[in-house]
């Protein structure tokens, strides 16, 4: 579930928020100091906070501030003075969204779901997880261009992985080795098919457990080379 902390001095407009945002799914604390509010937004994990701009203690800007600084959360600023939400905005206070007193609760929660929706869109881009083929004991990391077999990392060479990759991202496809040497070497490299050969013997030793019966690279007698699957 995800939590938000609202730090407001007016217990009824935060109990109301809170109302709505529960009723919506989401776990909800509320601070009503300025200082303790800006003390769990920093060392608690909330995914949103909610922020009004006058309270006790420490304000809404340096509560602001201080999440910009420590925290990549999504920060929702509430002001009952319509020129104040006009001076935050004018001093770029890093807030996410401004919202007026008085508002309508049920705009504030759509509000909420479409900033965490954005906040998780950019976090999910950001940490994009490397693209990785695993067939049975063989993991082929292309993103880090490793290959281990049963855990156990080999070492390849450029050309190597380009073959491996290839023919594992084409499996149960049979290629001749003409056809392998031009997709993976270009046109002006020096060699024949018979690199291909080699470069098949090389990745069999790495990755098979016995090369005269491979359970991965197969050979298609008179035609070419298959990945099994
Ligand atoms: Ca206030």
Redesign the pocket.
């Given at each position: 579930m995800k939590r938000i902390l609202i730090i407001?001095?007016?217990i009824a407009i935060a109990e109301l928020e809170k109302d709505y945002l529960e009723l919506s799914g989401f776990e909800v604390e509320v601070e009503t100091t300025g200082d303790l509010g800006l003390d769990r937004a920093l060392k608690e994990n909330f995914e949103l906070v909610i922020l009004?701009?006058?309270?006790p203690n420490v304000d809404g800007f340096e509560i602001c501030k201080r999440i910009r600084q420590e925290k990549n959360i999504p920060v929702i600023m509430v002001s009952?003075k319509k020129d104040d939400i006009d001076k935050i905005r004018g001093l770029g206070m890093g807030a996410d969204d401004y919202i007026t007193k008085p508002f309508s609760p049920s705009e504030l929660v759509a509000r909420v779901k479409a900033h965490l929706a954005r906040y998780e869109r950019l976090i999910g881009s950001g940490k994009k997880e490397n693209e990785i083929i695993e067939i049975r004991g063989l993991k082929i990391d292309k993103t880090a261009r490793r290959v281990f077999v049963n855990g156990e990392e080999k070492i390849f060479t450029t050309k190597e992985f380009d073959l491996l990759t290839f023919l594992a991202e084409n499996p149960n496809h049979v290629f001749t080795k003409e056809e392998l040497f031009r997709d993976i070497w270009d046109m002006e490299s020096i060699g024949d098919i018979a690199t291909v050969t080699v470069h098949i013997k090389k990745i069999r030793e790495k990755i098979e457990f016995n090369t005269s019966k491979p359970q991965y690279i197969e050979t298609i007698w008179g035609v070419g080379y298959r990945f099994k699957i």
């Open positions: 407001e001095d007016e009004d701009l006058m309270l009952a």
